[in-house]
T-cell receptor, first 110, second 114 residues
Framework: QKEVEQNSGPLSVPEGAIASLNCTYS??????FFWYRQYSGKSPELIMF????GDKEDGRFTAQLNKASQYVSLLIRDSQPSDSATYLC??????????FGTGTSLTVIP | SAVISQKPSRDICQRGTSLTIQCQVD?????MFWYRQQPGQSLTLIAT?????????ESGFVIDKFPISRPNLTFSTLTVSNMSPEDSSIYLC???????????FGPGTRLLVL
């Protein structure tokens, strides 16, 4: 079982819609969760991190964490074509090791 | 965050040769890591570069193939030795100030082995 799992997609949404990206993790002791965005040919850049159950909002992005169900999600409101990228979910396990999911490819259609 | 640079940004190499990739940070960081990202794949951790001591390698990666140096808190190198086409990949360094906290990535080195 992989430490972090994501639906590889591709996920397509129309411009202006909400994009919902999901991620599950296997280590119940994981404490920290991260969402990175990676444009084609570029390195990953941090969008958000979340440590506590519930929602965390930053502009058009909302991260949601449910430790009981062991999932974390990222919502992108008012999606723009510039949001088209691969989104990587990452979690740290009880040993503070970082694990990345395989990424979800998002395409926002104008 | 930090400004992270990598050299070279890309290279094309012949089978059997070695390439050393440099990672430079504009401030002192606690931890530095080296990742590999093969085409269409996610990130795979190669090793943690430890300042003043031997790197800590992940399963499947060995020092003879991927020797790493970290002489100080702002600089590290990764060497890909005796390269084969299977080593064609993007190599990324990342840094953090606290174990388990946000990692910040360099721009990557795109390696093609012929």
């Amino acid at each position: 079982q992989k430490e972090v799992e994501q639906n590889s997609g591709p996920l397509s949404v129309p411009e202006g819609a909400i994009a919902s990206l999901n991620c599950t993790y296997s280590d119940r002791g994981s404490q920290s969760f991260f969402w990175y965005r990676q444009y084609s040919g570029k390195s990953p850049e941090l969008i958000m991190f979340i440590y506590s159950n519930g929602d965390k909002e930053d502009g058009r992005f909302t991260a949601q964490l449910n430790k009981a169900s062991q999932y974390v999600s990222l919502l992108i409101r008012d999606s723009q074509p510039s949001d088209s990228a691969t989104y990587l979910c990452a979690a740290t396990n009880t040993g503070n090791q970082f694990y990345f999911g395989t990424g979800t490819s998002l395409t926002v259609i104008p | 965050s930090a400004v992270i640079s990598q050299k070279p940004s890309r290279d094309i190499c012949q089978r059997g040769t070695s390439l050393t990739i440099q990672c430079q940070v504009d401030s002192q960081v606690t931890m530095m890591f080296w990742y590999r990202q093969q085409p269409g794949q996610s990130l795979t951790l190669i090793a943690t570069a430890n300042q003043g001591s031997e790197a800590t390698y992940e399963s499947g990666f060995v020092i003879d193939k991927f020797p790493i140096s970290r002489p100080n808190l702002t600089f590290s190198t990764l060497t890909v030795s005796n390269m084969s086409p299977e080593d064609s990949s993007i190599y990324l360094c990342s840094v953090t100030w606290t174990s388990g906290e946000t990692q910040y990535f360099g721009p990557g080195t795109r390696l093609l082995v012929l």
